[in-house]
């Protein structure tokens, strides 16, 4: 177990397996010394936990926990792609959207669930550059969905 999972552990974590994609995609793909991964739905064990907009059927806390679980998904898809998380030397861009109601425009709060995750994995190393956009809908009605890009070293 690498150093970062035992660190996700710590926080009370684990790994999941790399959720499968929904369309004519990969989860991750490596360029250089950087991985980027698809934009991650917050599927466990294949389902959505939840559905619907931020701001009616999903509330601000929820759709945060929810941004947690697509920033771990997207940790898996970046371990299959480098085969050891502690090859990450930086977190280098998150970009979350939220599928929103009109009325709702607390967005970065929401992507703040997975940027603290990755604060709380990867440390100084964890802050990074973010977008955080409303959007009307999101695959599968998700409410929340979350692609990163890091650099990694071999």
Sequence with gaps: MSAIEKRLA?????????????????PAVRDGDHVHTS???PMVAGKLPLTGKVGAEVSA???GELARTCALNALAAIKSVIGDLDRVTRVVKVVGFVASDPSFTAQPGVVNGASHLLGDVFGDAGVHARS????A??????PVEVEITVAVRD
Excluded: M
């Design 132 to 135: 955080a956009v409303g959007v």
């Design 10 to 26: 710590e926080l009370g974590f684990e790994l999941p397996e790399v959720a499968a994609p929904v369309a004519a995609y990969v």
């Design 39 to 41: 934009g991650q739905l």
């Design 137 to 142: 809908v999101l695959p599968l009605d998700a």
């Design 61 to 63: 806390e929820q759709a």
